[in-house]
């Protein structure tokens, strides 16, 4: 049960994020470097993960549910 409901909830972060760009893709885009990119990834990282644990609070998610969804969240977010 706990696996098909972390599994439903990495799927709800995916769609959250799959209609906005990944901050990886965002730095690409704007052609950044060096410490202007690394910059913007913190940043964007940062309000990733703001985002990512208000949408588990939301969700009513603690623990080890809330720190899977947040981690997937954000990983989804910032991208590769």
Do not use: Y
Not at 33 to 49: I, M, Q, R, V, Y
Request: charged content about 20%.
């Amino acid at each position: 049960m706990t696996k098909t409901l972390i599994a439903a909830l990495a799927l709800t972060c995916l769609s959250t994020f799959a209609q906005a760009q990944s901050c990886t893709a965002q730095a690409g885009d704007r052609k950044l470097n060096g410490a202007a990119k690394t910059s913007f990834l913190t940043k964007c990282e940062k309000d990733a993960g703001a985002t990512c644990d208000k949408a588990a609070a939301d969700k009513k998610l603690f623990g080890a549910a809330k720190t899977s969804f947040t981690k997937k969240c954000v990983t989804d977010a910032v991208g590769t």
